[in-house]
């Protein structure tokens, strides 16, 4: 297994723009998170997956913004009408469902530059 | 709501120096706290992490942490700093408090310079 990947590593685009990103998490891992990443902050929470079920989603998660795990396996996080503010870094992490100590394996995560 | 705090923005030290990162976190209970580290443009890797017992948590790379519940703290320390040991540290506590989401609750990072 090789960690969480995430695609692309880094989009530039321009302001109107859909964007998607992927993350594949760890196989055995069920849990799925994606954070938002701005310049000089750490990660702030955007929404959790228990398998394919979406079971939070942060006030940061506007409506143009959707996520998916159809499947239980891959996510998807699409970004529709992109905006200058959208531009962070967008990180997906998971984890194994088995406590509440909850150990995060974060991916190199997907860089967004909307022009 | 539960917060982390990481006093310090940006500390710059000497190579070989000691060095201890500043965490200050928000909990009622006996939280479950990581310790994170990013380098330039990349994802987040876990140093070490403390959910009960022995205050003091050893981790990868030669840095430990002690968790001290009177101060509310969970400081990172390594006694000699290399150079590679440059990049952002992060803080984190598990949202107990956020049902069965569980997911961390970041502080804003502490940026490490390392001089030769």
């Known amino acids: 297994d090789t960690g969480v990947s995430q695609d692309p590593r880094h989009k530039i685009t321009k302001r109107g723009q859909n964007v998607t990103f992927r993350c594949d998490p760890i196989?055995?891992?069920?849990?799925l998170y994606w954070y938002r990443q701005t310049l000089g902050q750490g990660p702030e929470f955007l929404t959790y997956?228990?398998?394919?079920?979406?079971?939070?989603k942060s006030r940061l998660l506007s409506d143009r913004f959707s996520a998916e795990r159809p499947k239980g396996s891959f996510s998807t996080l699409e970004i529709q009408r992109t905006e200058q503010g959208d531009s962070a870094m967008y990180l997906c992490?998971?984890?194994?469902?088995?406590?509440?100590?909850?150990?995060?394996?974060f991916g190199a995560g997907s860089r967004l530059t909307v022009l | 709501a539960q917060s982390v705090t990481q006093p310090d923005i940006h500390i710059t030290v000497s190579e070989g120096a000691s060095l201890e990162l500043r965490c200050n976190y928000s909990?009622?209970?006996?939280?479950?706290l990581f310790w994170y580290v990013q380098s330039p443009g990349q994802g987040l890797q876990l140093l070490l992490k403390?959910?009960?017992?022995?205050?003091l948590v050893q981790g990868i790379k030669g840095f430990e942490a002690e968790f001290k519940r009177s101060q509310s703290s969970f400081n990172l320390r390594k006694p000699s700093v290399h150079w590679s040991d440059a990049a952002e540290y992060f803080c984190?506590?598990?949202?107990?408090?956020?049902?069965?989401?569980?997911?961390?609750?970041f502080g804003t990072g502490t940026l490490l310079a390392v001089q030769p």
């Open positions: 403390y959910f009960s017992g022995d205050t």
């Open positions: 997956f228990q398998n394919e079920a979406q079971l939070e």
């Open positions: 909990y009622g209970a006996t939280p479950y």
């Open positions: 984190a506590v598990v949202d107990l408090y956020g049902g069965a989401t569980n997911k961390l609750i």
């Open positions: 992490a998971s984890s194994p469902a088995d406590s509440g100590a909850n150990v995060l394996t």
């Open positions: 196989s055995e891992h069920n849990r």
